[in-house]
């Protein structure tokens, strides 16, 4: 999946940040198909169910079917044309979200090979915190973090403090 970029930093950041605000005893649906953060939250004790590949633009049983009381969406919203929508039809009262953010020297994301790889949004922070705003969510936590490449040149300089991951906790309002 990551082709030899196992996101390390951010995987690290994602599960402290989980760790410090959801219990291993509750039940969380994880947007997305199984991959390789979902199975690290599995090893860590918490009790994930994923969604299976739908779009959720269109398709919401899986979301408005849960009796989790969590929901995990990490790096989903981007790919979604109406993000909206779903996060209006979660019934948990807990979210924790992660989201690349708007790169003002860099294009927005997208595979030429996989049509599912593609990113439709990529937001500034406060975008972000006015979408779950709209959709009945209050943030209480969050974190922002840069990432940087191993690569010379201008825009790589830049990653190193241009943050580009913003990672919340939300309840519903």
Do not use: C
């Not at 995990?72 to 924790?96: C, Q």
């Not at 990432?147 to 519903?172: C, D, H, M, Q, S």
């Amino acid at each position: 999946m990551y082709e030899g970029k196992y996101p390390h930093k951010r995987y690290r950041i994602t599960l402290e940040f989980l760790q410090k605000h959801i219990s291993k005893e509750v039940n969380i649906l994880d947007l997305g198909v199984e991959n390789p953060f979902s199975e690290i939250m599995k090893s860590e004790g918490f009790n994930i169910e994923n969604t299976s590949g739908e779009d959720l633009d269109i398709d919401f049983k899986s979301v408005s079917n849960s009796n989790a009381e969590v929901v995990t969406a990490f790096e989903i919203f981007e790919h979604l044309i109406a993000p909206f929508n779903v996060l209006r039809e979660i019934k948990a009262d807990k979210l924790v979200a992660s989201i690349p953010m708007r790169l003002w020297f860099s294009s927005a994301y997208r595979s030429k090979t996989d049509p599912w790889d593609r990113h439709y949004h990529e937001f500034e922070d406060w975008q972000f915190d006015w979408l779950l705003e709209k959709a009945g969510w209050k943030i209480v936590d969050s974190v922002k973090w840069t990432n940087p490449t191993k690569k010379i040149g201008f825009r790589p300089l830049l990653r190193f403090f241009t943050n580009r991951y913003y990672l919340v906790y939300a309840e519903r309002a």
